[in-house]
């Protein structure tokens, strides 16, 4: 919250506020480091003679990233993404305040129905609470079937 309302106010005053390309941005800002912070052991593995050779090859800048880093880095790509779609759906407060009032996320909606007054269905509840479940679960088994989860925390030194 301490950097929530400020982002969402600079957001609506450049009237991004209330637009995806505004909940977009204002997730961006705090899941830039969880980013950086899985995609460094996969960084770290890439021997520089890889890209010597390539470039002995004739392969420029572009071509480089596209055909032999992004296929070395796929893993890491993977891992990054699904901490941030579990954290951006985990952390609504930011979708909620650069959103704008009239549009409501699963989580929130979720919220809302637990703890609104009144009777409330429990298949209503019990449905909400699978697909938020399942939004969650399905990339992160298919990321475990990818990526060996000790390329997270091992870090290879390179020898010079």
Known sequence: MTYGIPLAT???????GG?????????????????????TP???RI???????ARVFGAGTLRLFRHVLVPLLAPGILAAGLLVLVRTIGMFELTFLTAGPDSQTLVVALYYTVFAAGVRAGQL?????V??????????????RVVDPTQLVTRVRSER
């Open 10 to 16: 600079l957001l609506y005053s450049l009237h991004l």
């Open 131 to 144: 697909i938020y479940m399942a939004t969650a679960l399905i990339p992160l088994v298919i990321a475990l």
């Open 47 to 53: 021997d520089p003679k890889l890209e010597a050779a």
């Open 19 to 39: 637009t995806i390309t505004g909940v977009i941005l204002g997730n961006l800002v705090p899941a830039v480091p969880f980013v950086i912070l899985v995609m």
């Open 42 to 44: 996969f960084i770290e």
């Open 125 to 129: 509840i019990d449905a909400m609470a």
